[in-house]
């Protein structure tokens, strides 16, 4: 059996997670996440600019208290396992952000009524990363063999993106969507931002519900790329789990930021794939080669980087068309 063990003691991982609540509360209750309003590009991407701040202060703040009480040795891997986790899973997320869009074009979602059904969906995502990184850690732990299939996964599914990249799922013959419509009572227009209405005495659904299921089904499925990916990096629970809800939590106002620019970043989806190629091949390649992860994330940062300065290059001579 291969045992993991992690530095992060249970007052950590308590402080985290009151952490994660007290920023989800200060959105919803504070800082206007309960009242309908159109995100602005500036709102946005200080949202952004703020969490990713708040990412690379908890790095430091890790690598600080690591130092003094664990080593400089350790204190620099973990905190560089950190990074280059947050990377690696910020990186995948977008892929996030293109559905997003599609799923709020289908449903013709305006503007004002999006943040905070994304507020409602980041909840749901953490809940399922959460489980989802318990299970996978507890795979690692009792059968070290599964890495090499989580790589062979990650394989497989960076080729078949490279393959599909340019094919648009349609909706309207997705199966759980369809499910849904042929299993609940559902109203034709919004009714603000409920997700349910009583008509006539019985209780109807909003297509907002039926969004809001859309969104989180998308995220289950993409956790089921990213999580073992970071699995490449490093398998200690803590920094598989902070990486993630960082980069989740963030995800929401990279969206606001980027949505209307979205089809400038078309190359974007190719980089992606070749991130999980990349990733799944060095975990298949474990036994005969290590590769340090200040390697994985310099090739990873480059892969990125050069995606979307090849897409903003080549849709530069094109003007963006909004999706709103």
Do not use: C
């Amino acid at each position: 059996m291969n045992n993991i063990e992690s530095f992060a003691t249970g007052p950590m991982w308590a402080g985290f997670i009151a952490f994660v609540i007290v920023m989800l509360a200060l959105d919803l209750f504070v800082l206007g996440g309960n009242k309908a309003h159109r995100v602005s590009v500036k709102e946005a991407g200080s949202w952004v600019v703020a969490w990713i701040a708040l990412a690379i202060s908890f790095g430091a703040l890790l690598w600080w208290y690591l130092d003094g009480s664990a080593g400089r040795e350790m204190a620099n891997r973990k905190a560089l396992e950190f990074f280059t986790g947050y990377l690696i899973e910020q990186t995948l997320s977008v892929d996030n952000m293109f559905v997003f869009v599609m799923i709020f074009t289908y449903f013709a979602v305006p503007p004002e009524l999006q943040r905070r059904v994304l507020l409602y969906g980041v909840v749901g995502a953490i809940v399922m990363r959460a489980a989802m990184i318990m299970a996978g850690v507890w795979l690692v732990s009792e059968f070290a063999w599964v890495l090499y299939v989580f790589g062979l996964f990650l394989v497989i599914t960076g080729i078949k993106m490279l393959v599909m990249a340019d094919q648009k799922p349609d909706l309207e013959k997705n199966p759980f969507l369809r499910w849904l419509r042929g299993h609940m009572r559902i109203t034709p227009g919004f009714h603000g931002e409920k997700f349910f209405v009583r008509v006539d005495g019985l209780r109807y659904a909003t297509p907002m519900f039926l969004v809001l299921m859309m969104i989180e089904a998308s995220d289950l499925v993409f956790a089921v790329d990213s999580i073992p990916a970071i699995f490449a990096v490093t398998t200690d629970p803590f920094i598989v789990f902070t990486s993630n809800i960082f980069a989740i939590m963030g995800l929401r106002a990279l969206y606001f930021l980027l949505a209307d620019m979205a089809e400038r970043f078309h190359l974007l989806k190719y980089g992606l794939a070749l991130v999980l190629v990349f990733i799944g091949g060095k975990m298949l390649a474990m036994p005969w080669f290590h590769m340090p992860v200040q390697w994985s994330l310099l090739i990873v940062g480059s892969i990125i980087l050069i995606s979307v300065i090849l897409s903003l290059k080549l849709s530069g001579r094109q003007p963006a068309r909004s999706v709103r």
